[in-house]
């Protein structure tokens, strides 16, 4: 009897030898010769197909044909046509086709969830940008949070905010104000005497707990920062004891005479 249906062929060979030995698929003759099938596949359904690319395999029996894409705006992109045959088979069948983008396409960058896309000062007026459960910069009340100011109601248990700023939080808000406009690198400050400095200021108004060893606010409504929070080393033109750190001479102010409206009469 034959021994046909027990005995591996040339190719049934082939692909279990390489799945024993885990090797990248063998480029397939047949398959890799039927470019003009590819190509007429692949023209039936779309525009801008340029030159043939290559050809790669992607298992036993299965490769892909790349051509050029010159449709507009899609620079770099390949054709990619996928075609296999059946064991034995002496010709190539066409599975499916798709536009791929190449090594060096144009493509749209990475999606990034909104949640990282939100910078600081993002949220306006009417608008609501809800905080996650899990906010690396918050933890529970109840637990100890190294802040002298929150451990005063860390024992009330339902009293008070559910969530309170962690070290991390803290740390993230005082870097933030400090390389600010209420730090001592802003505009404002550089241009202030160097005396004239929020620590020593009597609109000074520090905050609690373990922030007050460096921050406050702003309570000079003349003040360009009144109102918000600033850095003890921060400073200003409007401080309290301004008049102490510079010397003004009023002989150097011009005067301007007392005029008189004397062209038409006044209006009792």
């Excluded at 609501?128 to 637990?143: F, G, K, N, S, V």
């Excluded at 707990?209 to 080393?233: E, P």
Aim: net charge negative.
């Amino acid at each position: 009897m034959p021994q046909s249906s027990s005995t591996e062929t040339t190719d049934d060979a082939a692909v279990a030898a390489s799945k024993r030995k885990g090797a990248k698929p063998r480029l397939d003759k047949i398959c890799a010769e039927a470019t003009d099938l590819a190509r007429e596949a692949i023209a039936d359904v779309a525009e801008g197909v340029g030159e043939y690319l290559c050809a790669e395999p992607e298992a036993e029996r299965t490769v892909t044909h790349f051509f050029e894409c010159t449709l507009p705006g899609y620079r770099g992109w390949r054709w990619a046509v996928v075609v296999t045959r059946v064991s034995r088979a002496r010709t190539a069948t066409v599975c499916e086709s798709a536009l791929l983008p190449g090594p060096d396409a144009l493509r749209a960058p990475a999606w990034v969830p909104w949640s990282e896309r939100v910078e600081a000062g993002d949220v306006g007026v009417g608008e609501i940008l809800p905080t996650e459960e899990d906010d690396d910069r918050l933890m529970p009340a109840y637990q100890y949070s190294e802040d002298d100011a929150v451990e005063e109601v860390a024992y009330e248990l339902g009293v008070g905010r559910k969530r309170v700023l962690n070290r991390e939080g803290r740390q993230e808000a005082a870097q933030r104000w400090y390389e600010g406009p209420g730090g001592p690198k802003s505009d404002a400050a550089k241009s202030a005497p160097d005396a004239a400095r929020c620590g020593t200021c009597g609109f000074y108004l520090p905050l609690a707990g373990s922030m007050r060893q460096v921050f406050g606010v702003c309570a000079n409504s003349f003040a360009s920062d009144d109102g918000r929070a600033v850095s003890a080393d921060h400073g200003c033109g409007a401080h309290s004891e301004i008049s102490d750190f510079i010397q003004i001479d009023e002989s150097n102010i011009d005067r301007t005479g007392v005029v008189y409206d004397d062209e038409s009469p006044d209006q009792l």
